[in-house]
């Protein structure tokens, strides 16, 4: 099983429904990220959660709201979808201790389309 | 975070070394490169990453200019398998695990 396992894989909805992208992870970490992609683009950051009591905005986070309803589990949401929000979203995790490398672990991404 | 340059493309022959470069010429003291790629539309994967020493495993070598303001990726022989997109990240270490992804390299391994 993946370390980093996000459901839905591929999403379809209409304009103006509201969409939930689930992440669970097995690596213990505390650190959890939501990224969204555009085709031919880099990632970029929407959220981000260093624990369970901490949330923070990204770099393009108006129009999402995220849950870390536990250490395992950060969920990202789409109040209300709009054709532009169509895109490849990914959840990462990381570790804090002083032995991690730093290094992010992603999921196999969450492909959105809103019609 | 400082920000990085790297050319949209590159080709490179499989059995090669194929060297990637990377601008930074802001980075900080305190700013470690980080290299990922992303194997068509899966998640981006961990490379290798450093401070200001050359740093190798099994996957590829970063070579780190001395002052610190490019650096080069090594894939020492390229396969096929590592057509993909490569991104150069620089940031504060582990404390800081935020990182901002720019466009990119896209390397074709040919045949």
């Known amino acids: 099983d993946a370390d980093v396992t996000q459901t839905p894989r591929n999403r379809i909805t209409k304009t103006g429904k509201r969409i939930m992208l689930e992440c669970s992870q097995t690596?213990?970490?505390?650190?959890m990220y939501w990224y969204r992609q555009d085709p031919g683009l880099g990632l970029r950051l929407i959220y981000y959660?260093?624990?369970?009591?901490?949330?923070n905005k990204g770099e393009i986070s108006d129009g999402y709201s995220v849950s870390r309803q536990a250490q395992a589990k950060f969920s990202l949401s789409l109040e209300s979808a709009i054709p532009n929000q169509t895109a490849l979203y990914f959840c990462?995790?990381?570790?804090?201790?002083?032995?991690?490398?730093?290094?992010?672990?992603f999921g196999e991404g969450s492909r959105l389309t809103v019609l | 975070d400082a920000k990085t340059t790297q050319p949209p493309s590159m080709d490179c022959a499989e059995g090669r070394a194929a060297n990637l470069p990377c601008n930074h010429s802001?980075?900080?003291?305190?700013?470690?490169v980080y290299w990922y790629r992303q194997i068509h539309s899966q998640g981006p994967q961990y490379i290798i990453h450093?401070?200001?020493n050359n740093e190798t495993n099994e996957m590829a070598s970063l070579i780190i200019t001395e002052d610190r303001k490019s650096s080069t990726l090594i894939l020492p022989h390229a396969t096929l398998r590592d057509t993909a997109v490569y991104y150069c990240?620089?940031?504060?270490?582990?404390?800081?695990?935020?990182?901002?992804f720019g466009g990119g390299t896209r390397v074709l391994v040919k045949p």
């Open positions: 990462a995790t990381s570790g804090w201790e002083r032995t991690d490398t730093g290094e992010l672990f």
């Open positions: 690596k213990g970490h505390d650190r």
């Open positions: 959660s260093f624990d369970v009591k901490d949330i």
């Open positions: 802001t980075i900080s003291g305190n700013e470690y």
């Open positions: 450093g401070l200001k």
């Open positions: 990240i620089v940031r504060v270490g582990a404390a800081g695990n935020k990182l901002t």
